[in-house]
């Protein structure tokens, strides 16, 4: 489906996950995303949404989780993209979404046990 594979992380001081999130630097996150063998680029995105990213960078396809398909900050996704005048499709992956701070709590839980 795509010839390059860029992954952009989004930088911890615009994380909202909760106190303390997220729990690993933007360099232990990045080096995660980087050792996955179908990313060819791995970036820390600096800003507080994408649209900078998408003005920069010529993406084609600009892939985000279910999650963010009903997410209200993400709802004009689609119309803030022809807004920026670039030519990227949005697809909403189908994947199920695992939640990082759902498996924090219960390795917590089980600690304290």
Do not use: C, W
Not at 11 to 31: H, I, T
Not at 90 to 112: A, H, W
């Amino acid at each position: 489906m795509v010839d390059i594979l860029v992954v952009s992380i989004t930088a911890a001081q615009y994380v909202n996950k909760g106190p303390n999130r997220p729990l690993f630097s933007d360099e232990e996150r990045l080096g995660v995303v980087n050792s996955i063998k179908f990313v060819d680029y791995a970036l820390i995105n600096v800003h507080s949404d994408s649209s900078n990213l998408l003005k920069e960078l010529p993406i084609d396809i600009y892939f985000k989780g279910p999650d963010y398909s009903y997410d209200s900050s993400h709802k004009g996704l689609k119309r803030e993209l022809k807004g920026l005048s670039v030519k990227t499709r949005v697809i909403f992956t189908p994947t199920v979404k695992l939640s990082s701070t759902q498996t924090y709590e219960l390795l917590r839980k089980n600690d304290k046990a």
